[in-house]
């Protein structure tokens, strides 16, 4: 139990992470798009798609890898299925629901950018 509850931290640290940094690359483009009169709704949607858009490609690439360690795994160990629908269901949707959280965060504080001061900076 320990170990899971230490891996799915390390993983919401890394989702995190990964959408932060994304969005902290576009910090001149929000800041543009709010000097020429986006709104904050305007770039926390954008920014909302942007994390969706990382967060399909991972989750598909991470159904596959645990598919595949699943089948790997399965000779190995005892009663040990490569496709448990209930277990990567599960596992899916805990990311996801992690991922929407790592995502608000970044989206908006990118709505909230003062466009002087961080076009100023560059």
Excluded: K, N
Excluded at 82 to 90: F, K
């Amino acid at each position: 139990m320990l170990f899971a509850v230490a891996a799915l931290a390390l993983a919401a640290v890394g989702i995190y992470g990964v959408i932060a940094y994304a969005s902290a690359q576009r910090v001149g483009e929000v800041a543009t798009r709010v000097a020429l009169g986006a709104t904050p709704s305007d770039v926390f949607w954008l920014m909302m798609r942007q994390g969706r858009t990382l967060s399909i490609i991972g989750t598909v690439l991470g159904l596959c890898t645990a598919y595949a360690a699943g089948r790997a795994g399965s000779s190995l160990f005892y009663e040990v299925r490569a496709s448990d629908p209930l277990i990567l269901t599960s596992a899916t949707l805990l990311v996801v629901a992690i991922t929407f959280l790592a995502i608000l965060i970044p989206a908006r504080r990118a709505s909230q950018t003062h466009p002087a001061r961080v076009l100023r900076l560059d």
